[in-house]
């Protein structure tokens, strides 16, 4: 079945410490995303790419990198940079980028500080 | 300007009753205004959207109502199941860049 996958479900940083969250999806979609998800903040978007090969930030990119080098996968990197990484991290893709076409969501990757 | 406000925060609805939850916005070039569920440990899917040339949308027991005016949106969930005990996000994005800005979201449960 055609899907978002996103692992690990669970992912613990330590300090100083550099993570890397995987995504993965075979939808044949052009554009894919990161949100982070907060209680009682919804979705904030942290980066977002239209295409391969391009990426663009959003609205909280900081201490957050990635990369966009296959259509199939879009990984997120949490950086020691960013102080506050606790959080439930959702991947998304969606057919084309200039479309009202539904968001397809994988089923998260949990980060904690050890 | 960029906001969707959504309300309450947390509803609790007794089976079998109608769970309303609310949206406002104040940019006029929103023209997409999609809801999103989500179970605990999953990520959300959409569940119905509308543009603002209509005023509701119907599909099965879940409505949404559109005031253009008042510049609010409201999803209706008829006769509330335990099954749809979920986090609810509206949100709402432009023709300009198709970017979607989320409401907070509304942690809803029904009661058996």
């Known amino acids: 079945d055609g899907g978002i996958t996103q692992s690990p479900k669970y992912l613990f940083r330590k300090e100083g410490q550099n993570v890397t969250l995987s995504c993965e999806q075979n939808l044949n979609h052009d554009a894919m995303y990161w949100y982070r998800q907060d209680p009682g903040q919804g979705l904030r978007l942290i980066y977002y790419s239209q295409i391969v090969n391009d990426f663009q930030k959003g609205d909280i990119a900081e201490g957050y990198s990635v990369s966009r080098e296959k259509k199939e996968s879009f990984p997120l990197t949490v950086t020691s940079a960013q102080k506050n990484p606790t959080a439930f991290y959702l991947c998304a893709s969606k057919g084309q980028a200039n479309s009202n076409q539904p968001q397809h969501f994988g089923d998260g990757t949990r980060l904690s500080i050890l | 300007q960029q906001q969707v406000k959504q309300s309450p925060q947390s509803l609790i609805v007794q089976k079998g009753g109608i769970s309303i939850i609310n949206c406002a916005y104040e940019?006029?070039?929103?023209?997409?205004f999609p809801w999103y569920q989500q179970f605990p440990g999953k990520g959300p899917a959409l569940l119905i959207a509308i543009r603002p040339d209509v005023s509701e949308k119907k599909e099965g027991r879940f409505t949404i109502s559109f005031n253009k005016s008042a510049k609010q949106f409201s999803l209706h969930i008829m006769d509330s199941q335990p099954g749809d005990s979920a986090t609810y996000f509206c949100a709402a994005s432009p023709d300009s860049n198709y970017q979607l800005i989320w409401g907070a979201g509304t942690k809803l449960i029904i009661k058996p």
């Open positions: 940019n006029t070039a929103f023209d997409y």
